[in-house]
């Protein structure tokens, strides 16, 4: 059974308090072991011990960086009085955690983030719920020192949409998960119901219930002034503090005023009004609005930015400016004189609360955000943010905890639009180095990272660039299990002996492998691999979900796409991607096509240089056209214009093209000398394999251009009915390499 520690920072009852009881409990409901660590003595002690926990109750008085909207002001004593007690707080909770040993440490609150560190030296992973707001103007030092802790977090818990967008973080998990609504607050209680139950007489009069007690942020002064400006036929509600307190703030009141004290009783407080304000001064969480949805009564509310996820003017609510008393006062009067108006906002505020703020909804979010947090932490280090290595984080991350280093944000050779698509929906790093080459660098913080307690796997994409070498070389001084992921793989039959034992040295050591290819598998034990440790897996760029075809298109879809594109309407069309590199044989692709002159070849990849620009003039060719970059979207539709794609290249470690254009329902003409090709492809099925004329390093002139151009004269000369059925081949072979399988078998890895 794994094991969850809780860490409370406040003695009293509050919302946090209550919110970390819930969350508690949905832990031990989800079979965690579960303990919470409270003030010793302290109500909130006694609470959890009623309900059942696990308690550990500490001596030591909490500290805390307390820095919030509506909290204390910076550099007050309090600041410094709460900061001064952090180290001994922190003492005794690492104490208690190594005598539980938990799985993970949950902290309650922001204003306890100096305890990430500690935590993670002591060899815990620290998740954090983040339940006060930031102010939305205060100071960047303090936002800057906040971020910082949090990043250390293995996952950050914020209660609004708001919160998690202010902090923006990046290097860590963060998750909205919002307060809940007791169950209770959904069941319908009728007004004669809350009249007995809190002993107030029935009336007809428009009743406003106000919950912030005499507390000046909550908005006490202003709703103190508002009920001197209200008519007879209004009566405020209040609640939040002893009733003596209470009728001396309204003093004076013009209209009815009722106060109930400290009310146990919300739900029926609820019922008994036809309006819940929350004139609050200062921008914070509030639990009444949630709750007042729940119980189908509309809010008035200070305007504040950050609450503005909540209530939405005029469709569940009414926001009025903060501090405003005479506007609070006339949006009161106007509700009371259109109650209809009030009866819609109410029903679209329960709709609000049931969506959102559903015991049961956010139960299942707060059961997963645990389960991830106590599981597997996964760190991948790649070298670029590809597009397709983007979206196959972004698939694992749906299973495990990712986090994503890449050694650089773009590379050369790459159009910058192939990364402008990307959207991180998982924590990333980009870690400042020195760039190496096209798509490589030098980042020497990456030894820090792969002894980070956060992670428990660490899989790495490559072993040739220096902060791969310098991973691989942290991990094994560490003494640190690893896994090794390649694309793919030649043996250089010709290299010297000093590469391949460098080679051997940085290749051999992982525990296991992830290999695409029977070829791949041989690359690896070629270099010390043992056989025993590979996993094939399924390399692709392709979503099972969004990138596949069943059947290849129809004739009017081609035609549709055709003229999109501006291609011929009839004949054949062959397509090619990839970058204009002597590489990818396209020099040789366009030499062919001048055999082939009712084919037309549609070239996409940038602009083409001027040496391939000059072979068309040369040759009088008039069937070839460049198409230049296209981004995936784009590129489907051309895939779907075309009659099969080719790919005459002199060596590909794998091709994701090939995976691309296949699940587009294209046959496919490539070379042995393309990993993908050589997979995925069976001649004469889905497509067909050429011999590239390179073997034990060396080229055979011509080779290349002639078998192209055969392979091109085939499928040209190929029957309709045949190449739709190699394309339906191509969408059933390309099934098997989508996201969704490649990560099925990273998590057989994992496991």
């Not at 009623?50 to 909490?62: L, R």
Request: charged share 25%.
């Amino acid at each position: 059974m794994k094991k969850l520690l809780f860490v409370g920072h406040f003695g009293k009852t509050g919302g946090a308090g209550i919110s970390l009881l819930r969350t508690a409990q949905v832990a031990k409901d989800a079979g965690f072991e579960v303990r919470i660590c409270l003030p010793s003595g302290s109500p909130m002690e006694e609470r959890a011990l009623s309900e059942g926990f696990d308690v550990f109750g500490y001596a030591a008085e909490p500290g805390s960086i307390e820095y919030y909207s509506g909290g204390p002001p910076l550099y007050r004593r309090t600041y410094f009085k709460k900061a001064l007690r952090r180290k001994p707080f922190a003492k005794e909770i690492i104490s208690a955690a190594k005598a539980f040993r938990p799985d993970a440490v949950i902290l309650n609150s922001v204003t306890t983030s100096f305890m990430i560190p500690p935590l993670k030296k002591a060899g815990f992973r620290a998740g954090i719920f983040v339940r006060e707001t930031f102010p939305k103007n205060g100071s960047k030092r303090m936002l800057k020192l906040y971020r910082k802790l949090l990043s250390g977090a293995s996952g950050v818990y914020f209660i609004s949409d708001y919160d998690k967008n202010f902090f923006n973080l990046t290097k860590t998990r963060a998750v909205t998960v919002r307060n809940s609504v007791a169950d209770r607050f959904f069941e319908p209680v009728s007004r004669d119901e809350a009249c007995a139950a809190l002993g107030v007489c029935a009336s007809d009069k428009f009743r406003v219930l106000y919950v912030g007690g005499c507390d000046p942020i909550k908005g006490a002064a202003v709703i103190s002034e508002v009920s001197k400006l209200l008519p007879a036929n209004i009566e405020i509600i209040a609640c939040g503090d002893e009733k003596t307190n209470l009728e001396n703030l309204f003093l004076g009141a013009s209209c009815g005023v009722v106060c109930l004290g400290v009310c146990n009783d919300m739900r029926s407080a609820y019922a008994l009004c036809d309006v819940v304000v929350l004139p609050i001064v200062k921008s914070h969480q509030q639990r009444p609005l949630f709750e007042a949805g729940a119980a189908s009564v509309p809010v008035i509310i200070s305007d504040f930015e950050e609450l503005s996820e909540y209530v939405s003017e005029g469709v569940n609510g009414v926001k009025v400016p903060a501090g405003d008393a005479s506007a609070l006062a006339n949006a009161i009067t106007a509700l009371s004189e259109d109650r209809e108006t009030g009866k819609r906002l109410a029903a679209a505020n329960y709709t609000f609360a049931y969506e959102n703020h559903r015991n049961e909804a956010v139960r299942a979010v707060i059961a997963d955000e645990l389960s991830r947090l106590a599981g597997p932490g996964v760190l991948y280090i790649t070298n670029i943010p590809s597009p397709y290595r983007v979206e196959f984080f972004s698939e694992m991350n749906k299973h495990v905890s990712v986090t994503a280093v890449f050694e650089r944000k773009t590379s050369g050779g790459r159009d910058k639009k192939w990364f402008s698509e990307n959207r991180y929906d998982f924590p990333h790093i980009f870690p400042k180095g020195l760039r190496i080459g096209s798509d490589k660098a030098l980042n020497p913080s990456v030894k820090k990272l792969v002894s980070d307690r956060r992670f428990t796997h660490v899989i790495l994409n490559g072993y040739s660039s220096p902060t791969e070498m310098i991973a691989i070389n942290r991990l094994r001084k560490l003494n640190i299990p690893y896994t090794m992921w390649i694309d793919g793989g030649f043996i250089r039959e010709n290299e010297s002996s000093l590469a391949r034992r460098i080679k051997r040295h940085f290749l051999s050591g992982a525990v296991r492998y992830l290999s695409p290819s029977s070829g791949s598998d041989e690359y690896l034990t070629y270099y010390g691999a043992e056989p025993s440790a590979i996993i094939r897996y399924p390399f692709t760029s392709v979503s099972g979900e969004k990138d596949l075809f069943e059947k290849p298109a129809s004739p009017s879809e081609k035609t549709a796409a055709r003229k999109k594109y501006g291609l011929p309407e009839n004949g054949r069309i062959a397509v090619a991607v990839g970058s204009f590199i002597r590489r990818k044989g396209f020099y040789e692709l366009i030499s062919a096509a001048a055999s082939c002159p009712e084919l037309t070849v549609v070239i996409c990849g940038g602009t083409p240089p001027k040496d391939y620009v000059d072979l068309i003039t040369e040759k009088g060719i008039h069937n070839v056209r460049f198409a230049g970059f296209l981004l995936k979207e784009q590129l489907k539709i051309l895939y779907r214009a075309c009659d099969f794609f080719v790919l005459p290249t002199r060596e590909d470690v794998w091709g994701l093209v090939v995976n691309e254009a296949m699940a587009c329902g294209l046959p496919v003409i490539t070379t042995d000398r393309c990993v993908a090709g050589v997979a995925m492809i069976k001649n004469g099925y889905n497509g067909t394999i050429i011999a590239s004329g390179i073997a034990d390093g060396a080229e055979a002139p011509g080779v290349l251009e002639q078998n192209t151009a055969a392979a091109l004269s085939m499928y040209l000369n190929l029957s309709a009915e045949e190449l739709y059925r190699q394309g339906e081949k191509a969408c059933e072979t390309a099934k098997e390499y989508t996201y969704e399988n490649c990560a099925a078998k990273h998590m057989q890895c994992l496991s």
